[in-house]
């Protein structure tokens, strides 16, 4: 099985700040990564696919970058809206699976 | 409007059995992969099964958790998948969603719409 280490699990910020969550791959991926944002009793939202791809509809404050092993979502400016639960998820190989999840808190 | 609804979740004894279901609507069912995707409370999300399109002759991938166990298939005429749950464990108990996965240009398959889900609680 692929691991997936997200970091931090937590982390407390204020509005405007500049937010960055990593997400390792346990073997390459190739590009085969995907983002979701997720809210208490809300479905998970698909923020970025294939690592860098934004999904329609997503705001521009969020991107992705990285290959292989060593991913990065970047939100910029963050905004009440975006206060969530953040998980990373590979597609490359069966099973698929997901990152233990990123809390982003209100400081 | 484009949505999944996922039922059939409720409590049920260890070594039983409940069937989930997810309706589509909104878009062209027939077109997508199908997952089920669990999250125990307070915990990550951990996906348990896929079935494939007609093209690929509705084919199943599986968690080894649930493999031989659990069961996904689909009715592309009632634009519904399902998740036929047999001998549950305490473990399984969790918020149940069905996901749709979509192509990316290299025709690897990932989430793009989720559903809320339902709750599957074993307890005795």
């Known amino acids: 099985d692929i691991r997936m280490t997200q970091s931090p699990s937590s982390l407390s910020a204020s509005v405007g700040d500049r937010v960055t969550i990593t997400c390792r791959a346990g073997?390459?991926?190739?590009?085969?990564l995907a983002w979701f944002q997720q809210k208490p009793g809300r479905a998970p939202k698909l923020l970025i696919y294939d690592a860098s791809a934004f999904q329609r509809g997503v705001p521009s404050e969020f991107s992705g970058s990285g290959s292989g092993t060593d991913f990065t979502l970047t939100i910029n400016s963050l905004q009440p809206e975006h206060f969530a639960t953040y998980y990373c998820?590979?597609?490359?190989?069966?099973?698929?699976?997901f990152g233990g999840g990123t809390k982003v808190e209100i400081k | 409007e484009v949505q999944l609804v996922e039922s059939g979740g409720g409590l049920v004894q260890p070594g039983g059995s409940l069937r989930l279901s997810c309706a589509a609507s909104g878009f062209t069912f027939s077109d997508h992969y199908m997952d089920w995707v669990r999250q125990a409370p307070g915990k990550g999300l951990e996906w348990v099964g896929r079935v494939r399109d007609k093209a690929h002759s509705y084919t199943t991938e599986y968690a080894a958790s649930v493999k031989g166990r659990f069961t996904v298939s689909r009715d592309d005429s009632k634009n519904s998948v399902f998740l036929q749950m047999n001998s549950l464990k305490i473990e399984d108990t969790a918020v149940y969603l069905c996901g749709r996965a979509s192509p990316s240009v290299d025709r690897y398959y990932y989430f793009d719409l989720w559903g809320l889900g339902t709750l599957v609680t074993v307890s005795s």
């Open positions: 998820q590979q597609y490359h190989a069966y099973p698929l699976t």
């Open positions: 073997q390459g991926i190739s590009h085969h």
